[in-house]
Structures are given as C-alpha cells and as structure tokens.
C-alpha cells in the first residue's frame, strides 16, 4: 500500500491557495442575504510561545464548517488577526530592551506560519493587528465617541503597586500578593484612571441577551456578571456624641429591606471616603494600621467567603433608623468600594459573612426572619400577628417559645416569616420588603432602588505597548480632545520602556511626546500618559476585517450591512464575560452613533472545550512532571524521584509538567490533515477532551486507508447497478450523516460516518467514479490538503473548493433491515435481523427460537414476552 505523501503535497496546495487567493472574499451582490455567512474565531493573542495544539481545534470547527458553506453556494467572510497589544512584549521590552513591536511583528509571523500550515481557508488580505497605527486610529476614534458622548470619564482609583518596581500591575502580574516580577509584597495605589460607563448600558446589556443563540450557561454568566437587582437604599444616620441622629449619614443598598430591624452594626470598605470623618481619636492607629494591611490584598482575597474576617472599630456609631438603636460603625476588607455604595447594613443572623464577622467580634445577633414550621410550631401567622400587636402578648410569645425568637445556633439566609419587626411581624418575606420600601419612602429615609454588581470599566493602563488615549490637559480648556483629522497618535519611538516610578505610563517620562499644544485655544498642553488596556483593540475587530483598507471610515455602510452581524463566533469559554460584554458594549454605542446596523454584533456563540493533556499525580495531589515518570510494563507510573507509585490523571496543558504538544511537531510527523481530523474526532467540540498521540495515530492510519483506496481503478458504473445496492445505500447515508453533522457542528461523528463508508469501499476491487466523486467532495471539508489532491487525480484542473455538495436521497437512506436485541430477564442473550416493522408475532416468534434465548429460557417458564418493534424481544422467565 502506497504511504500518503503527506509531506510534499500539504505544501503544494497552501502554496496553491497563497497564490490564487482561493478564499479571498468580495461583496458580491449576486448573493442573497440569507447565502451570506460571516464566521468567526476569536483571533489569538501573538505569544512568543506559539500555537499550542488547542488553538486550532476551534480554527479546524470554523474551518470545516466555512468549505461546507462556501460548498452549498454561500458567500463566506472568514478572517483571521492578531491581538497584538499585551503585557508580555513590554516585559520583554522592559528586560531586553527591545523594542514590543519588533517582539509583536516577529510573533506574528511565526503564528501565521503555523496557522497556514494547517490549511484553515482564511482570507489572509483581510489580517488586521491591533497594535499598528493604522487599525488603533479608529479604536482611537471609538474613544473619543465614548468622550463626547460622556461614556468616558476621569477618577482616581486604586491599583496593584510594586513599591520595589515601583510601577502598577495587572492582575495577572500579582501571585499571592507578591509582584509576579521581582517577589515584592504588592499594596494598593490610587491614581487617576480613565473610566468607561458601561453601566449606562446594563438593562440594554441584560435584555438584549435574549435574542442570542448562545448557550445558557454563557447567558447566566453574562447576567450575573451584570448582577441586576433590586432593593432598597437606605440611609443610616451618624450618631452624635450623645447617641442622636446628626446631619451625616451613611447610605447603604440592600435586597433585603425586610431584615433592617436585625441590623445590629455597619461596616465600611477601607476605601470609603468618610473613613477619616468616622475614625475616632483612640481609634485612628488601628484604623490606619488596618488599611494598610487591607491594601496589600486582591479583591479576590478580600472576598474570599473562605478566609477568616477581619476588621476594626472606628469609634462611631450609626442609627438604625427603623428602631432608633444605636449600632458600631466598623471596617472590613470583605467590604469593596466598587460594589453598591462601599457600606452595608450588617444583618448576622441572616447573612452568612456578617455571622462570620459577628461572631468573631462578638457583634448582637437578632433574628428577624422565621421559617414556615417555626410559626406553623407556635399557631400560625394569625397568632404571631396578633401577638405582635399587644406588647405584653409578644413578650409572653417570646417567653414560651425562646428558640424560634432568641435563640440561634446558625444563620438563616431563607425567606420566612417576619418577627422581631414592630408591626411588620407575621408578613412573609415577599410581602415586608415592599412594606418596608414603602414605609421608609414615606419617612423621606430610604427608596426603592435597582443596582447592579456591573461597575464602570476601569479603561487605562499605566503602559507604553497601548493605545495612547487621544486627549490633551489644557490648563485653561481642561481636557480637550485631539481632532478626528489629527489620528491616529502614534506611540513614540523610546529608547526606555522602565517606568517612571510614580505609578504613570512610561509615556510620562518623553517630554518632547508629553508637551504639546491644546487643539482648542494653541496654548501649551500635556498629553494623556495613560494607554488603554488590551480589551479596546480586541472590542471591534470584526468590524474592521469588513473593510480593513479603508482611510476614511472603520468599515464602509456597504460592508457593514453586506456582512454583518457575525453568523458564527468560535472561541474559548474563557472569554464568556469580559471580552463579550465590553464588545457588546462598544457594539451598541455604535448602533447609536448610527454606525452600525445591529443591535448585537455575535448571533451564534459556540465555545470550544478545552484540549487537555495527560499528567501525573501523587497521593498528596501535587503533579510531577512527565518527563520525572517512568511507566512500568504493567501500566504503573512511578515518580523518578521517590519511587512513589502515581495516577495517572487529566490536567491543563502546561510548561512545567512538559505535556505541551507543540503542533509544529505532530504536523511534521502525520501532516495538518491527521491532526486536524483528529482534533474533531476526539469528542463534542464543545466538552474538554485529552489528547492522546495514539488517537492521532489511528485517524492518521484512517486517511492512509483513503488514500489507498484512490489508488483502486475507477470504473464507470451507474450507481443504479442492482449490483451497487448496498454501497449505493451506504453512500447515500454518508452524506446525509455528514452533511447534517457539519451543519450542526457534530464533527465526530461525521468523522465516524466516513470511516464506516471506507471500511465497505476498501473491500471493492474497483470503484464508481461518480460514488468516490461524492466522497472525495464529503472529506475534502476535513482534510482539504488531501481533497484537493484526490480531486486532481479524477481529471480536474479547478480547485474543489467551490464545488457542489453532493446531494442525498432520503428513500436510499431508509433502512429495510433493523437489529433485534433478544434479553432474557432484562439481560442480553441473542441478536437477529429482521424486515423493518415486522409484526409484533413474527419478531416474539423469532426471538423464542434464537439459541441463545433457548439457552437461558429451557426448563423455565416463561411468565411474559415484552416486543419493543425494530428494537429488542425481552422474554420474562421464572
């Protein structure tokens, strides 16, 4: 058997393709709306590592999926880019001194070097890179829509700070507290910091969801991301020294209005702006010690439901204002200043951080709610309702039953029946909050209010590799927006990248960049120093691949209403929130800017699972690495070093466990066909699976067995030849099977489909032309590189590529003939064929006399036959 020479012909037709822009796409008119199909792949960051074998499983679905398309006469956009701003190329900057673009440019190359080796149909003269003026000149001019349109604004806030590096980090840059770079304890830094209002846009954000073919579970994610509620807003007065209301008050959000009588103390994020107002004398070192501590810690650490609370009494009190108690005012890292108003109203008997806290401080705990059996135990809501209108009864209701109203030995967050809440006892949960929100709306203390858990989008970076914001500080104008004429500003040519130590952009540092003229009065003006981060770049790409050469505008009406909105967007579950919400954000600015035509810019969503790889683990859950393990001929794997026997487990691809699968390596060895095929055969596109060479090794073996068989004589046959019945059938099946699998994605198990055709082709001595036309059409989606070279062994001289689907007809895919399953007591003893829907007699009969039913049933008797037609026979003995 001839070996498929993978290795010269994978070559030929990606330099083929290169040559004849086969995939280049234009605005064809001709093509009606609903043959028109934008498909996407979220486009890769431009590491210096290079492509791991996870990049191109989405790239191979999207792939697949566009020569199906462009095979049933669609029209088909299908770009790929770079996300070539990031972290990474300034760090190398910052250490070698070389410059990030130069890093940036050679990446890129070496990404698309790989990525064509794969054969994806790609229409490279649509490749954008964020980080080149001419595409951030319009990330730049969606910028100063946002400015005009009072979508961005100036705050301080706080950021990660290195004091040994002196410079602010991202969050990816802090590991345990500690500066990822140099191993310094990180603190807290606040600066000023350009802000998105993405919050004015949250309802939209919410209800637009709803329209989106995108699964449930990134729904919820996007939802809760935003986290819409509703509740009330309160206001707690600050107590004066002789314990009375004063003029000051804190002002807090809750969801539950009906538990504000089992507030027993408030507390205060470190960042609250009345923390010094608050602060007592005797109190003023610990509160100052304590901030101090708290700026050393992520939000993440800060909200860690599972770490110990922390905190400190300020010295103050506040007024509950629906029972004039006075209540401690303390501070707490658990508290943030980015969520709400940065105070709550603490409510430990129904909370479970504020029982945590509570009782660690030895705070009062009340209980206000009571569950449906407590007040069902002590005579129903009408007995705790009449109680709680005669003092004395309510205290003799307290005295008889201390367990339901005083006593508590954990927190109770559900709903239930109000108690210990003056009049508004005995009402259930749903019924006291709008009591409640009533009640203090008409005492001018409180109001109805929604909230979100979705804050404005801190949108500066205190980089160089960015794109710098295009706006000047006039000391007369203030701040002044460059002219659209005078984009894009570029990022100047530096010789240092170290920053500049206050916690500013190394743009700060370059003068002759900084100092400029303010474009309203002429008179002398600063740059903005701050960059934007990596998600401004990446929040419309889309829109660009439209129309990537365009000087006048970001992409031309014409393009945008020809192409969009996405079809099909493929990409990693990891982007489910962030990169999505802020693109869907820019998204609905610009249909209100009027420049863009859809309200949404990704119809379908589809992630991809994860490829994971093999690992080793120990007992006490730590990973070797692979290249420490030694496997024993009976399938034992021992660690190297202390001989302990380790379990084989599934994990992420990593570096330091050395199970990286570089694709470079295993397209070299078995060619881009094999690996992409096998990437879509390893399971469900969108669960994780774990690569396995061996799995690679049999698809490898499948496409050598094609191969084989193209090396068979043809023949002329008609397909109709009573002769060719049963392949005829099966042939009609395989496309069915694989065009409707393509369609939904279910790579597979088409895959599968094709084997189980080419395990009954091997065994003909000749083939039909017209069938081995057919499948070379089906196969050549998923290993192109070898379609196209069985196409040019049938005689033709065009590109497969825009050749017609084959199609099926559904009478030959009918079966005549079904399995039935014999089981004797639930249990399988035989099998048989038989016609399709044979009567339920003729199939009991049948089954009754198979040998292994006989078997099991002699002697026996037999209580019932259960026929389930076309499936199975189960004979029911005793």
Request: charge should be negative; aromatic fraction near 10%; proline fraction near 5%.
């Amino acid at each position: 058997m001839a070996k498929y020479p993978f290795e010269t012909i994978e070559p030929k037709w990606q330099s083929f393709w290169e040559k004849n822009k086969t995939f280049k796409v234009i605005e064809d008119p001709s093509f009606p709306k609903e043959k028109r199909r934008y498909v996407l792949d979220m486009f890769p960051y431009p590491s210096a590592q290079g492509l791991h074998v996870g990049h191109p499983e989405g790239y191979t679905a999207t792939d697949i999926y566009c020569r199906y398309l462009r095979m049933n006469g669609y029209n088909v956009l299908h770009p790929m880019g770079y996300d070539a701003f990031g972290l990474p190329a300034e760090n190398y900057a910052i250490k070698t001194g070389t410059h990030p673009s130069t890093t940036t440019n050679a990446n890129i190359e070496h990404f698309t070097q790989q990525i064509k080796s794969f054969g994806f149909s790609y229409d490279w003269d649509r490749c954008v890179s964020t980080c080149t003026p001419d595409y951030y000149r319009w990330t730049q001019w969606i910028f100063l829509q946002l400015y005009k349109r009072g979508l961005a604004y100036e705050a301080e806030t706080p950021i990660n700070w290195c004091p040994s590096c002196l410079t602010g980090l991202a969050n990816e840059e802090v590991k345990d507290g500690r500066c990822d770079r140099c191993g310094e304890t990180v603190s807290r830094k606040t600066i000023r910091q350009w802000i998105l209002r993405i919050t004015a846009y949250a309802d939209r954000l919410l209800e637009d969801l709803e329209g989106l073919q995108w699964s449930e579970s990134v729904k919820l994610m996007q939802k809760n991301w935003i986290g819409k509620s509703e509740g009330a807003e309160v206001s707690f007065p600050i107590a004066d020294k002789d314990g009375k209301p004063s003029n000051e008050s804190l002002l807090i959000y809750t969801t539950r209005a009906d538990t504000l009588f089992g507030a027993t103390y408030m507390v205060i994020a470190p960042e609250h702006p009345m923390v010094k107002s608050l602060t007592s004398d005797s109190q003023k070192k610990a509160v100052e010690d304590y901030i101090e501590q708290a700026a050393k810690k992520s939000d993440l650490e800060r909200t860690d439901l599972a770490k110990d609370k922390t905190g400190v009494f300020t010295g103050s009190y506040a007024v509950n204002p629906v029972n004039g108690k006075s209540i401690p005012i303390w501070i707490s890292d658990y508290i943030l200043i980015s969520y709400g108003t940065g105070a709550i109203m603490a409510v430990p008997a129904h909370d479970d951080r504020d029982w945590a806290f509570a009782k660690k401080f030895d705070l009062p705990i009340i209980k206000v709610v009571a569950s449906k059996d407590e007040v069902e135990s002590l005579g129903g809501c009408t007995v705790l309702k009449q109680a709680a209108q005669d003092p004395a009864s309510y205290a003799e209701l307290i005295k008889k039953f201390p367990a339901i109203f005083t006593e508590l030995c954990e927190c109770t967050t559900a709903d239930g029946y109000t108690i210990n809440s003056g009049t508004f006892t005995g009402l259930e949960t749903e019924q006291t909050i709008p009591s409640i929100i009533s009640w203090l709306t008409e005492k001018g203390i409180g109001k109805k209010a929604v909230n979100y858990k979705l804050r404005d989008w801190v949108f500066s970076r205190q980089r160089y590799w960015g794109e710098p914001i295009p706006l000047v500080h006039c000391k007369k104008c203030g701040c002044v927006p460059l002219e659209e004429k005078d984009l894009p500003l570029e990022l100047p040519n530096v010789k240092t990248y170290q920053p500049t130590g206050t916690g500013e952009s190394p743009l700060a540092g370059i003068d002759d960049w900084v100092n400029c003229t303010c474009p309203v009065c002429g008179g002398s003006a600063k740059r903005e120093t701050n960059t934007m981060p990596q998600w401004a770049g990446s929040c419309w790409y889309y829109l660009r691949y439209l129309d990537p050469a365009n000087t006048e505008e970001f992409a031309s009406q014409k393009s945008i209403s020809y192409w969009m909105p996405v079809d099909l967007y493929v990409g990693g579950a990891e982007h489910a929130v962030l990169h999505l919400l802020y693109a869907r954000f820019w998204h609905k600015v610009l249909y209100d800017l009027g420049v863009v035509n859809t309200i949404e810019p990704f119809q379908r969503l589809v992630n991809q699972g994860m490829i994971t790889s093999y690992a080793f683990q120990r007992k006490n859950k730590t990973l070797v690495p692979t290249d420490d393990v030694t496997e024993k001929e009976n399938g034992i794997f021992i660690d190297n070093e202390t001989g302990e026997e380790l379990e084989r487990v599934v994990a992420k691809m990593s570096k330091s466990l050395k199970n990286v699968v570089n694709p470079d390596d295993v397209i070299k060895e078995f060619g881009a066909d094999s690996v992409r095929m096998y990437e879509m055969f390893m399971g469900p596109l969108e669960v994780s699976k774990p690569w396995s060479t061996q799995g690679l090794i049999g698809v490898n073996r499948f496409l050598e067995r094609i191969w084989a068989v193209s090396e068979k004589p043809l023949d002329d046959r008609s397909l109709n030849d009573e002769t060719l019945t049963d392949i005829r059938k099966l042939l009609h099946k395989t496309i069915k099977k694989v065009s409707e699998d393509t369609a939904n994605l279910n790579f597979n198990t088409a895959i599968s489909q094709m084997m189980i055709f080419i395990n009954d082709v091997t065994k003909m001595d000749s083939i039909p032309r017209s069938l081995w036309t057919d499948f070379v059409k089906l196969v050549s989606v998923y290993a192109p590189h070898m379609g196209e070279e069985l196409w040019e062994k049938l005689g033709h001289k065009k590109t497969i590529s825009y050749e017609v689907w084959p199609s099926f007809n559904e009478e030959y895919c009918i079966d005549n003939q079904c399995t039935i399953v014999v089981q004797v007591n639930g249990k399988i003893r035989d099998k048989f064929e038989t016609p399709m829907n044979s009567p339920t007699s003729i199939i009991e009969k049948a089954a009754l006399e198979t040998e292994g039913a006989k078997k099991f049933i002699d002697g026996k008797q037999i209580v019932k036959v259960i026929a389930v037609p076309n499936k199975l026979v189960n004979i029911v003995v005793k």
